[in-house]
């Protein structure tokens, strides 16, 4: 049974940065593409960015393009999500979230997901 426990999130001001992360459990951590996704109120869980199971290579919403970094951990089976120069429109929970498939990444939704952590980013 896959797990993912996100940590993190919280307040921080226009321009600030923070790390997300995400402890996985469950199955062999470093087969499998890891992602996030964010959701704002109103709207659509979307996109933000994703990792290969070896970490080589990496994939972004444009929207955060330049701004976040996704990489990951395989020995502590932990993907992060460091956001720096953070815009209110960045206010979200953030999920992490993985499929079923090894080497697989799909930016419309994914199999399995976090339970999502805050991230509020003040004017």
């Known amino acids: 049974q896959v797990q993912l426990v996100e940590s993190g999130g919280g307040l921080v001001q226009a321009g600030g940065s923070l790390r997300l992360s995400c402890a996985a459990s469950?199955?062999?951590?470093?087969?499998?593409?890891m992602g996030w996704f964010r959701q704002a109120p109103g709207t659509e869980r979307e996109f933000v960015a994703a990792?290969?199971?070896?970490?080589?290579?990496?994939y972004y919403a444009d929207s955060v393009k330049g701004r976040f970094t996704i990489s990951r951990d395989n020995a502590k089976n932990t993907v992060y999500l460091q956001m720096n120069s953070l815009k209110p429109e960045d206010t979200a929970v953030y999920y992490c979230?993985?499929?079923?498939?090894?080497?697989?990444?799909?930016?419309?939704?994914?199999?399995?997901w976090g339970q999502g952590t805050q991230v509020t980013v003040s004017s």
């Open positions: 990792i290969s199971g070896s970490g080589i290579n990496s």
């Open positions: 979230g993985t499929w079923k498939t090894d080497n697989y990444y799909s930016r419309g939704s994914a199999d399995y």
């Open positions: 469950g199955r062999t951590f470093s087969m499998y593409v």
